[in-house]
């Protein structure tokens, strides 16, 4: 089979799910033809995705975050306004989606939670089947428990996960847990996405305690905490497009710019783990057993803390007190279930991205009928 990989470009998370999934095709003989990126000129596309993903690598412009001065929480209300403004450009990358798929011609297009797919099977209607893969499908499934939050952001995040999923013959929802199927709402729930490596590793607990961070401005925090804590030695990974590849604070106190494979080795050896709640590193945690603490910054991430906690993968918080961290680790007791769960991830997937390849091409999407189901659908 071909397929063209569709990736949205903030964070770690879909670009780590596109290379284990690469890797589960490449163990089939089955081909990526390319990968389209949407990106904007506030983050660039990390060099360990673009060093080992095994296929050629395509950008356009597409909807995103825009930093804050303090760049931490992003501001949702200006990062609307802002992309609005950008729709021209928004449509020269739909017309461009439209066209790589059309000359690429694949058997499957794999779109990895980006909104412009959704509006490119919207308006363009290519004529090739679409699979939707993120955990962020799950809050679609008709079953699932939200912890206590707005509806008006839970309106907004279960709305924009449906745009990136129009024309999809299928959802695949990412869980931390087996979780019953949502047929009606052509909901599969899979395993976590994680790549090989990582199924290799034979974790211990050194003395040191890791972080990542997507928004830099916590910086501040963890090195107030850190001067009050001298002898506790902090890594942390983060997203600063203009940062050294290692920035030393202190002799205890690293940044790192985000290097996956040096990132993983880190994860391994490290006391516990302290991240923003982004669903791929939290799942690596739990893999290896390691106490996590999670601060998470928008609605999504406030999902992901929730259902984590469920399964005992660590504690959240509204900020990072690595105190409460280090509290948590003696309490701590690793998920029995979980390594089982993400190890059958390839022996889920792959039949399933079989029998979707042989579906038939869905007729023409009507705008005004889609707004109308979403929106109804969205406040349930």
Known sequence: MRFLFIIQGEGRGHFTQALALQQILQQKGDTLCAVLVGKSSHRQLPAFFTTKIDAPVYTFESPNFLPTPQNKRPPLLKSLFF??????????????????????????????YELLTGLTYLFK?????????????????????????????????????????????????????DFPQDPQHQITVLPPLLRK???????????FLLGYLLNSGYVSEITQWQAQHPVTPLHFFWDQKEAPRQLEINSHFHLHKIDDTLFLQYMVNCKAYATTAGFESVCEALYLQ??????PV??????????????????????????????????????????????????RIYPLLEANRLKPKSSPIKFASVLAKFSAYSLK
């Open 125 to 177: 209607s290519p004529p090739y089947p679409l699979i939707c893969i993120g955990h962020q499908y799950l809050f679609l499934h008709k079953d699932f428990q939200f912890p206590p939050a707005s509806r008006l952001e839970l309106f907004f995040l279960r709305f924009f996960s449906r745009i990136t999923a129009i024309g999809a013959v299928q959802k695949f929802a990412l869980s931390f847990y």
């Open 83 to 112: 992309n609005l403004g950008k729709l021209s450009e928004f449509q020269k990358s739909i017309k461009f989606i439209h066209r790589k798929i059309c000359d690429l011609q694949p058997d499957l297009v794999i779109n990895f």
């Open 197 to 207: 490596e990582i199924f290799d590793f034979a974790p211990v607990s050194r003395d």
């Open 290 to 295: 390691k106490p996590v603490l999670m601060v």
């Open 298 to 347: 928008h609605i999504e991430q406030k999902c992901n803390a929730w259902d984590a906690q469920n399964v005992g993968a660590g504690i959240s918080a509204s900020r990072f007190d690595l105190d409460s961290l280090l509290n948590f680790i003696p309490l701590y007791r690793p998920n029995p279930v979980f390594k089982r769960w993400a190890q059958s991830a390839p022996s």
